[in-house]
């Protein structure tokens, strides 16, 4: 089992142009503007951040990351930030665009996915390609908050012993819901540490924590895919292999095939609810990172304890 790692990997912070200090605040705005495209990554940042600097999410709560568009004014804010943070991994396929164009430009960007230890999907439908969900590992979270920490640091005006400060706080929360998750899921027996999702979003997870993916009604990495009959009798074959009585669908989506793959297994199966891919608005379960592992945690353990 891999431990929490907490020194920094500079050589994946991708700064581009003469240094991080190469673009001026958007018209009307003082200080540091940091521009972050997910808002996962974004509630990490803003932790991080603290009142140190002006931080702009552009993914809205209940988004798809890989479909979400943004607006001309964003865009622009993307032209001017002092800083960009990106998920990268082929994750932000409706915004790459407008991140090729920004790199290009000048603008210093951070890709969250090359400062992490990056695997590869498990599924035969996504060989070859790299998986961007590692936000579902908490540790691989410390090491972007590492790289974070150095590129803020980085920036003309910002108080850089408050970004300290505030990322040796947020660290120590990383590790306290490392272990959160390590006890909740040491309680599942070995034999029932099986994940069906509907998207493949867990396999850092799976890594971490020592389950097995059993499969995903969508096939490869992105929601864009839509499943076919063949898949669907693949994955009810695995499931009836498995043994498997629980599945987990997305919150972020409707859950109709996931309905119909518990209906094809001819089994009884519990479909639970999870939050992954995107945080939701306040009140709604998982407005934060943190607290939307947890919410995660939770619902994993008791869907597959006796």
């Not at 996504?126 to 803020?152: I, N, S």
Request: proline share 5%; hydrophobic share 45%; aromatic share 4%.
């Amino acid at each position: 089992m891999r431990m929490l790692r907490t020194g920094a990997l500079l050589a994946g912070i991708a700064l581009i142009g003469a240094g991080v200090t190469g673009c001026a605040a958007p018209a009307g705005t003082d200080g540091p503007q940091i521009v972050v495209t997910t808002n996962i990554l974004g509630d990490v940042v803003e932790n991080v951040v603290g009142d140190a600097a002006e931080v702009t999410v552009l993914m809205k709560p209940n988004a798809d990351p890989h479909s979400f568009e943004i607006s001309a004014q964003e865009a622009a804010q993307m032209d001017g930030a002092d800083l960009l943070v990106t998920n990268g991994l082929g994750l932000e396929e409706g915004l790459q665009q407008h991140i090729d164009r920004t790199e290009a430009a000048g603008v210093p960007t951070l890709v969250a996915g090359d400062v992490i230890d990056v695997l590869p999907y498990t599924s035969e439908d996504a060989a070859g390609a790299d998986d961007p969900h590692f936000w579902t590992d908490p540790a691989r979270m410390v090491d972007v908050v590492d790289a974070l920490e150095d590129a803020l640091a980085g920036i003309d005006g910002i108080d850089v012993e408050q970004i300290r400060d505030n990322a040796d706080v947020y660290r120590g929360e990383l590790a306290e819901l490392d272990e959160e998750m390590s006890a909740a899921f040491d309680a599942i027996p070995a034999d029932r540490r099986a994940l069906v999702t509907n998207h493949h979003v867990f396999g850092y997870l799976a890594d971490r924590f020592d389950f097995r993916l059993v499969g995903a009604v969508i096939p490869g990495g992105t929601t864009l895919a839509a499943p076919s009959a063949a898949d669907l009798r693949d994955l009810t074959d695995a499931i009836d292999e498995a043994g498997v009585r629980t599945i987990f669908a997305e919150s972020s989506q409707p859950d109709r095939l996931i309905q119909v793959l518990a209906s094809e297994a001819g089994v009884e199966v519990e479909v639970v609810e999870l939050f992954t891919e995107s945080l939701t608005a306040p009140g709604e379960g998982a407005d934060t990172y943190l607290t939307m592992m947890r919410a995660n945690t939770e619902r994993i353990a008791d869907g597959l304890n006796p």
